[in-house]
């Protein structure tokens, strides 16, 4: 079994919060297990929560279409969220459960160890990048940590409710793109 392998076993069984008592389904992450380029939410939503993986409701189909706009896919990054289980009704992570939700979290980043993060949102981007971090000020720019670029994007469920938002992503992607290009050696490549 894989190191990462290993690490989704151990968080299946997690129940260090309150919330393994509502929720239906860990979900850990999901994607290229060494992938260049991870992609950070902030916690499972309801049909996350239902099926187990990251990002398969209404704002992860509008993720999926982001990401083929600068011709990515989920074959070629890792997703995952700072929280493993679903708030209560979609609530923002509180900060014990964060805390302690980011063990695994840690743990996934230094074994994929991405040359770029991106938050999506404001709470996953405060968690890296600060709590004066404003996503709508800050959005779109990189941040260099230990290495690292870090840069975040409205997640995808804010734009659903506020489509305006689009233009400014559709620019924040495409310099995202430009900044895979630049450093990444193998996201854009095909596999064989």
């Known amino acids: 079994m894989s190191e990462l392998g290993k690490l989704e076993k151990d968080c299946m069984l997690c129940r260090s919060c ?5 929720r239906k389904n860990v979900v850990f992450g999901e994607g290229k297990k060494d ?9 499972p939503g309801s049909s996350e929560d239902e099926i187990g993986l990251p990002f398969v409701g209404r704002a992860g189909k509008l993720l999926d279409t ?4 600068i011709d990515l896919d989920r074959s070629k990054i890792y997703i995952t969220n700072m ?22 979290l840690a743990e996934q980043i230094r ?22 971090f404003k ?3 800050d959005h779109g720019k990189f941040y260099e940590q230990d290495g690292v ?5 409205y997640h995808p469920a804010a734009l659903l409710r506020d489509p305006r938002r689009r233009p400014e992503t559709f620019s924040d992607l495409k310099a995202l793109k430009a900044e895979i290009l630049r450093v990444c050696n193998s996201t854009y490549k095909e596999v064989n």
């Open 18 to 22: 309150e919330l393994c008592k509502t």
């Open 149 to 153: 670029l870090i840069t975040a994007l």
């Open 83 to 104: 929280v493993k289980c679903r708030p209560p009704e979609n609530r923002d992570p509180l900060p014990a459960e964060k805390d302690l939700c980011n063990i695994w």
């Open 66 to 69: 982001m990401l083929e706009l």
């Open 111 to 132: 074994i994929i160890n991405p040359k770029i993060i991106v938050c999506l949102g404001r709470i996953a981007a405060m968690r890296f990048l600060g709590k004066d």
């Open 35 to 43: 992938a260049e380029v991870l992609f950070v939410g902030e916690g």
């Open 135 to 137: 996503i709508s000020r």
